[in-house]
């Protein structure tokens, strides 16, 4: 583009000092034509007076005298004195000849006191009749060489010539440095408009200038920025919709978890209830029948066995009815971090958990928590109890507590992590569905997780699992942060 505009501003200036030097030399020309034209005809009126008194065709030489003086001006070439016939006398600049004329003017057609110019190739002749008496006698004609005037003009085409030459120059050098300046902006933006399509949002043009080239550079700006700010708008709102997507999964999966234990819970009570009064009573029959038979008597340990495991069924049905339970709440103001020191002191006096050890991460500022302590510290050890089987009963629990802000709410942390075997990823969909259990020999019923589970529901939390086998398990409840509302009342009616 700058070529382009060099060039063609180039062209426009040479065009118009070609046309003036064109106009100007012929002005120059019209204008020495016109001084040699007014300055032959002074010429003439002067010397035809002096002429008159020695007119005679005897006496040319005298006549040739006379016109001596005039060609002392070097502008004028010849001059020759004429009548009606033929020409009486001439006088001529050395190494000029008069030119021959094939006709005289025309002595009657001349009137006095006026002159006549005619112009030939090379001269141009101012022609004047010579008076005496009041007769037209003679004629006077004077040369002027038009060869000054073809080198004068030749002066002038090659001053302007070198004058054009200049100023071309000059020109050509301000038109570079002038399109070198009005193009480096527009450079410059097509330069960013490659980046801006090549992906590069933050790129922007200097704006330097107040005219066009300026706007443009401004309103790039302004595409650019609106350009970014609404990708960012875009990759903000497919952030959220994704998060809202996965908070949806999580949400329906939580939903088919919740109905899955209600269906369950149902079954379980409905069960437990009936089964109850059987196992009361083979329970108390056993009993009579072991008192009956003695000690002595070798069926005695095959009583024993249906006590035994009668209280077993008792105890799972037990678990059944605490799990199907609503369990009315009686929630407080509770201390999570000592709530955790108490529960695991209780967890280490049994043979279950003795071999911990526990590596606390509590925070200190972390707000008490409206909760039933009764059925945390039943979450509490069960988690405990789960992370003490899965290290056989010995190794480093970490347990921590923090605070966070998820979707402007405050929530209340609470983790629980092991060193153990881990769980199979998939197991992980289905350890707190009841019964489901991945401990071996009969070591649990596979509800205790499942009890949990509704605990923190009812506490209007979330309790989450990773696991990697070999490597151990985290368990995360996540609790809100908020006081009772009678609580906030009696407070705001004290204040």
Known sequence: MGRRLAVGMSTMLLAVLAMSTVFFVRAEQREMEDILR?????????????????????????????????????????????????????????GIEVPAHAALPDLDSLRPGHSIVSTTDNYMEVITP?????????????????????RQGQRIRLRLLLVTAGLMTTALACIYWWTRKTVRPLRELTRSAERLSEGDLSVRVPVTRADEVGTLAATFNHLASSLEHTLQEKDRVLSETNRLYRNLKVARA???????????????????????NPLGIILSTAGNLREALGQTNPLAEDVAIIEDETQRCRRIIQGLLNFAASGESHPVE???????????ALAV????????????????QLPKLWVDPRQMQQVFLNLLMNAADAMEGRGIIRIQTAESIDGGRRRALVQFG???????????????????????????????????????????????????????????????????????EAADQVG
Not at 130 to 150: C, P, R
Not at 450 to 475: D, K, M, N, P, T
């Open 418 to 488: 092991d060193h153990g075997c881990g769980i199979d990823a998939a197991d992980l969909d289905h350890i707190f569905d009841p019964f489901y259990t991945t401990k071996k020999g009969g070591a649990g019923f596979g509800l205790g997780l499942a009890v949990s589970y509704g605990i923190i529901a009812a506490h209007g939390g979330e309790i989450r699992v990773a696991s990697e086998v070999g490597r151990g398990s985290v368990f995360s409840i996540i609790l809100p942060v908020r006081r009772d509302a009678a609580l906030v």
């Open 130 to 150: 010579i008076m005496q008496g009041g007769q037209q006698i003679a004629g006077l004609g004077l040369g002027v060489s038009l060869e000054l005037l073809a």
């Open 254 to 276: 939580r939903l088919n978890q919740a109905e899955r234990l209600s269906a369950l819970g149902m079954l379980a009570a409905g069960v437990s209830h009936e089964l109850n």
């Open 334 to 344: 509770v201390d999570v971090n000592s709530l955790l020191r108490e529960t695991f």
């Open 349 to 364: 006096r049994g043979e279950r958990a003795r071999g911990l050890d526990a590596e606390w991460a509590l925070d200190a």
């Open 38 to 94: 007014e300055k032959g005809k002074t010429a003439v009126n002067i010397t035809s007076p002096r002429i008159a008194g020695h007119i005679s065709p005897e006496d040319p030489q005298g006549i040739a005298t006379e016109l001596a003086p005039v060609l002392e001006d070097l502008d004028f070439d010849y001059a020759y004195v004429f009548d009606r016939t033929h020409v009486l006398a001439s006088a001529s600049d050395p």
